[in-house]
């Protein structure tokens, strides 16, 4: 495989940053997931955490060095993650279990796989141009579907920001899967939270998006993001993928997997970061961080058998 990947996650006018995402390749596929959490003080970071840590340690379990059914893995490592939220929530008596929104998708074979719950999106740009994204789990694309709002009035609606499908909470994820889909040199697949696409749009998306060099591209929409949404700015996180055929001249900092060994994997998965944030803003201590985390691995081991 050839392709050039990176991601960024930032906290916005927040006082915590929710978000969480990361990716993982062996020889022959890479995972990439992004998570949007929601939950009181530090339980959103918990959910989010859980889902792309438990979905990233399951890719690493079993891709020797291929999925063998990548679908199939997305809806096992979904729905295991989604229980392992559950069960942290419960050894915490929590009224409530956290949630968090999560889009996953698998490449490998020269082919796209991916799954999603709630409004963190999947994008995939050709010749420059979206040529398709993931539909929303929300109260407002319902809304539109049924002819009651525009695009331009679900921007507005105070409602925007409520799904009815995602994992953790008191309900089972209605997660929705893609078909597979055959990747061209130079298609850019991008997975989003709401922070990036709500305020930027598709147009601003695509033609950041168009520019050659993705390590610059994805600094430059959150910068932008930021900008337009101004004090109200959520958390915003973008990991972008532009594919690379064999026969192409990938930009420098491409990736090339020929010569990694079957059984090794390269990750890079966010984690707590303070360090990001205004002290005066991030509401999180170490002692909670530490306490988090080492709970975090205690959900996913019951779940990774």
């Avoid at 050709?126 to 539109?144: F, I, P």
């Amino acid at each position: 495989m050839k392709f050039t990947i990176y991601q960024e996650s930032r906290i916005g006018q927040r006082k915590n940053n929710q978000d969480r995402l990361a990716y993982s390749y062996s020889r022959d596929a890479l995972l990439m997931v992004v998570a949007d959490g929601m939950g009181g003080h530090l339980h959103g970071e918990v959910a989010s955490h859980i889902c792309v840590q438990f979905i990233t340690e399951a890719f690493q379990r079993d891709a020797r060095s291929v999925q063998r059914d990548p679908s199939m893995f997305l809806s096992r490592a979904l729905t295991n993650a989604h229980n392992a939220i559950l069960d942290y929530a419960f050894d915490k008596n929590l009224d409530e279990a956290p949630r968090t929104t999560v889009v996953a998708c698998i490449v490998q074979d020269g082919f796209a796989y991916w799954a999603h719950a709630g409004d963190s999106r999947l994008y995939v740009l050709r010749q420059g141009k979206v040529a398709m994204h993931t539909r929303d789990h929300s109260r407002v694309q319902l809304m539109m579907d049924q002819g009651l709002l525009n695009a331009e009035e679900a921007a507005r609606h105070p409602g925007r920001n409520r799904v009815y499908s995602c994992l953790g909470g008191n309900h089972a994820p209605q997660v929705e899967f893609s078909k597979r889909l055959p990747l061209r040199d130079g298609d850019v697949l991008a997975l989003c939270t709401d922070g990036v696409w709500g305020p930027l749009g598709d147009a601003a998306l695509s033609e950041g998006l168009s520019a050659p060099d993705i390590m610059k591209a994805v600094p430059a929409l959150l910068d932008r993001a930021e900008a337009i949404a101004g004090a109200s700015c959520d958390n915003l996180s973008m990991l972008a993928m532009r594919w690379h055929d064999d026969a192409t001249q990938p930009h420098g900092d491409a990736v090339s997997t020929q010569t990694m060994a079957l059984d090794n994997f390269t990750t890079q998965l966010e984690s707590f970061d303070t360090s990001r944030a205004p002290a005066s803003r991030f509401d999180i201590s170490d002692d909670d961080i530490e306490k988090a985390i080492a709970e975090i691995n205690a959900a996913i081991q019951k779940f990774s058998k």
